[in-house]
Every structure is written in C-alpha cells, then in structure tokens.
C-alpha cells in the first residue's frame, strides 16, 4: 500500500497516560480515550483482558496487542467465538489498541503504586504501522508491521513515533527487527523537555539501534534515566536510507521499576 502525505490515524489517536494521585498516595494512571483506535500502556496487575478494561466494558469492541515473539497480533474482541479471541492477558507494560466506541471516555490502566516493593520489569511494544513521516513530501510503503520508502530522496528518509512509557520507570534495552545493509537504518529513542519547541540541541538519545552494527533483531543498551512524563516527551526517530531495501518493522522497549 503506497502512501504520500499520510496521517496515519491509529497515530493520531494515541493517547498519553496521565497520573493522578489517589487518596492513598499512590500513583494511579488513566488514558482518556477518543472515538476509534487509542495507544494505552497498561500499568496494573495482569489480568483477563475483560477484567483489564472493566472500566470500560460495553464501550470498546477490540484490543490488540502485538506479540514480539510470534511477531503478529493478539486479539480480544468482547462477544466473538472463542477460538477468534488469541489475547488471554494483559501484562504490566503491555503496549495494547484499544477500538474505542464512545466519542470519548477513560480507561483506569492501573496504578504505579500496585507495583511490589522488591520491582519488576515490563516492556513496550511500537509497531512499525505508528509511525509518520517528519517530511509531507514523504513517499512510502507501509504494511501491517513494516515500513519502508518507495525512493532514496530525503524527504522520504526520516519517521517517528511518540513512546509513552510509564512515569518512574527505568529504560534497559530497546530492541528493534528491520532490513537493511551497510549504514541505511537508524533507529533512535530520543527525550526532549516538554518546553522544547524545534531545538534539535536540547533532544537527548537514549538507546540507538544501527544496520551497520550488525544484523536484526538487535538489541542496544540504554542510557541511564529515568522517565519523567511531567518533564519530557518520548519518541522513536527512524532514518532509512537505502531506499525500498531499508525497512522498519517491530521495536521493543524493556524498562525495570
């Protein structure tokens, strides 16, 4: 499916967890959601993803969540025969779609504070299908988890994605799976101020992923730092260079806290 000048709408949908504090102190998170597809990281315990997304039963009709190791999608669609449904539970960091039906609502996705004393470990999952081009002149290919540029020139070589990880988390590795040789795939996890307007001088990488450096899937070590969602915005840059033989498919981001 070629595509210039594209807005990708489950993009556009992508919602940011917000925190709030409850009574007893402890950090609890809601998505606010809008008609359509919604980007929620899940926070609480795991569970069936009925029980999950209880809060708003009767106002969604399908999740999906992208499993790296089959490297296909899961599904959970109330109502449907069981066979259909192959997403059975949702884990803390799950990067799940939630198919919103309501003009807007808010998901309760759990809280940091249930979180046990002794920590853990979640990952997120970002699906080469969420990304755009930084340039409107782009031309490219996108399928369900692969992106590619029809040509070589620059407009066509750079995209992005926002990343919502969860607030007090610590960033291990990022692991990305794309095609490509030589030096025609950059893949980069950036953090900005959220004061920061166009200053390319104030982005700060945390883990880069380069086709030079050896072959897919592979996996970078983090640098130190915490996620601060009341001080930075997350995001993932992409520079394919190689034209249609360069192309971006899945990215996992592990994190302990």
């Avoid at 926002?162 to 893949?187: C, N, Q």
């Amino acid at each position: 499916m070629r595509m210039r000048t594209l807005v990708v709408a489950l993009a556009l949908l992508a919602v940011t967890t917000l925190g709030a504090v409850t009574s007893s102190g402890q950090d609890a998170s809601a998505a606010q959601l809008l008609a359509g597809w919604n980007n929620v990281s899940y926070l609480g315990t795991a569970k069936p993803p009925s029980e999950a997304l209880s809060s708003i039963a009767g106002q969604y009709s399908a999740v999906y969540r992208w499993d790296s190791l089959s490297q296909s999608y899961q599904l959970y669609a109330p109502g449907v025969p069981g066979f259909a449904n192959t997403l059975t539970q949702i884990n803390p960091g799950d990067a799940i779609w939630v198919k919103y039906n309501q003009q807007q609502g808010e998901l309760n996705t759990g809280s940091l504070g249930t979180v046990p004393t002794t920590g853990g470990s979640g990952k997120l999952s970002i699906a080469a299908s969420t990304f755009v081009p930084m340039n409107d002149l782009a031309i490219y290919e996108k399928g369900f988890n692969q992106l590619s540029p029809v040509g070589n020139d620059v407009p066509s070589q750079r995209y992005f994605a926002p990343v919502d990880l969860p607030h007090g988390a610590t960033i291990t590795t990022m692991t990305a799976a794309f095609e490509g040789s030589g030096d025609t795939v950059k893949i980069r996890l950036d953090y900005t101020a959220l004061t920061n307007g166009d200053s390319s001088a104030a982005v700060y990488k945390l883990a880069e992923v380069l086709s030079s450096a050896g072959g897919s899937p592979q996996t970078a070590t983090a640098f130190a730092h915490t996620v601060d969602n009341g001080a930075n915005v997350y995001f993932i840059v992409v520079d394919l260079t190689g034209g249609p033989a360069s192309k971006l498919k899945g990215i996992s981001i592990s994190y302990t806290y």
